[in-house]
């Protein structure tokens, strides 16, 4: 059985969400790993989407956005040290 064009799209979105996660683990700069958390729960709210759960997909893009900026603030609010 061949393959569709979802399937192609679901497996990109696989393949995206699994780099955000690595990058996330290698990412040094506490900003930029931050930044790599949106586009991580970006992708898991459409993944939930492609999968016909739009209630996940709502409370995970609600979800992220708000750990984003509350880790955002902290990261503002704080001195860095290291520098």
Same mark, same amino acid.
């Given at each position: 059985m061949p393959y569709t064009a979802l399937d192609y799209w679901n497996m990109v979105l696989m393949l995206i969400l699994v780099v955000t996660a690595l990058a996330m683990?290698?990412?040094k700069d506490l900003l930029h790993a931050v930044i790599v958390f949106g586009a991580y729960s970006l992708m898991m709210a459409l993944?939930? %989407?492609?999968?016909?759960?739009?209630?996940l997909a709502i409370t995970e893009a609600a979800a992220g956005i708000g750990m984003t &900026? %509350?880790?955002?603030? &902290?990261?503002?609010?704080?001195?860095?040290?290291?520098?």
């Open positions: 683990y290698f990412i993944i939930w %989407l492609q999968m016909n759960s739009p209630d &900026v %509350l880790m955002m603030a &902290v990261i503002f609010r704080t001195s860095r040290k290291g520098e």
